[in-house]
């Protein structure tokens, strides 16, 4: 291996596209339906719709960041070319890389969790044997685990369709008709949207991981942005489309009720409830397999840019890829999966990932505040940035006081 070999360009806008879709749309949107019409109420699409548009100034934010900077680790770079701070670089570059490892961790807990439902096999096992093989198709190359990803997110797509062609089939029956769910005749609840659409927020995170494999992109800086609003819209539309189906087959309050509200939506169809636990398995394997390549590529990014050891920078001259630095990010995943429980380690990414988003948007406010946008970059207008960081600022106060509240 020698520090001088690169990574391959191989993903076009498709590929791309499928990789930043699938590790948005997640096996948690199988139960966040049912938590965000507990606050919403009928009008659920519409705290969903309210968070694509919350979510959509930082998504717009990266686009122009990823086409001024298309390099790995490219939160740390965003945040060390605007405030010229080695030290704040690498700790964003760290929280990137951290949160992606705590998350894939706790998503194989969960994903064994799912799959020990469907077969009997021993938890540490399975553990293993996911985490090993996972990332042995990472280290194979990118546009192989790319590709997987792509085929696994198609798989976590064709479950939300199953589950919309079930409203299509026997919505109305027990739930609210379709036109009171798009024009509700109940008093608007303010607070209750806006308490949904801060937990929808959660559904969208996920397009952010894109910047990280810029430098294995083809033309990325025509190719990033494409596939950050493609991810943003495909994932809105599949979202507004299955709160409609939801609400359209179960009473709200069993709606509202449910650990597994779109496995009941499917049953009500008369379909089997088992088979979107096979599909959520499925979701699990695909979010472990995105956050591995996309904190190889921080650590590799990290390296190359002099903030860590050059070992993490090396790349396999016959796979092009980041061995070193993957085969670290999974020791840790196996290492934190086999070692804590699911909700320690879900508890921190969340926060990590609001304060990278708003100091990204204030990075990208002041690099516009210093001169002209490159013409090869989308030129955003300056207060979009500014939105970004305060709505990503106030969701972060937000779920801190949450969680404060709930330990009094």
Known sequence: MTAETELA????????????????????????IGEVAAR????????FLLAALLAGATALSF???????????????????????????????LMVAIAGIISAASVVVGGVGYLRTLVAVPEALAIVVLCVTLGGL???GIAESTLAAAVLTLVEIGGLLLVIATGIAVGGERGLPVSEILAPSAPFPLVGVFAGAVLAF?????????????????????TMPLAIVATLVIAGGLYLAV??????????VELAGSQAPLALV?????????????????????GVLVQMVMASRVLFGLSRQGSLPAVLGRVHPTTHTPVIATVLVVGMILTL?????????AGTTSLVTLAVFTLCNLALWRLKRRGPTPPEAPDLPIWLPLAGATVSLAVLALEIGRRVSALL
Do not use: C, H, Q
């Open 9 to 32: 360009r191989r993903l076009g806008p498709g590929l791309l596209t499928l990789y930043g879709v699938g590790t948005t749309i997640g096996a948690g949107i199988y139960v966040l």
């Open 40 to 47: 919403a109420g009928a009008w659920t699409p519409f705290a």
């Open 63 to 93: 686009t122009e960041l990823s086409a001024r900077m298309p390099k790995s680790a490219g939160e740390a770079l965003y945040v060390r070319e605007a405030f010229a701070s080695e030290r704040l670089s690498l700790l964003v570059g």
């Open 138 to 140: 990472a280290i194979w």
């Open 202 to 222: 959660y559904a969208f995170i996920g397009f952010e991981d894109i910047v990280n494999v810029a430098e294995e992109v083809k033309e990325p800086a025509r």
């Open 243 to 252: 709160s409609v189906t939801a609400l359209a087959v179960l009473p709200l």
């Open 266 to 286: 499917y049953a009500a169809g008369g379909g089997d409830a088992r088979l979107l636990g096979a599909i959520a398995v499925l979701a699990t394997v695909n």
């Open 337 to 345: 999966a086999l070692s804590f429980p699911i909700a320690t380690l």
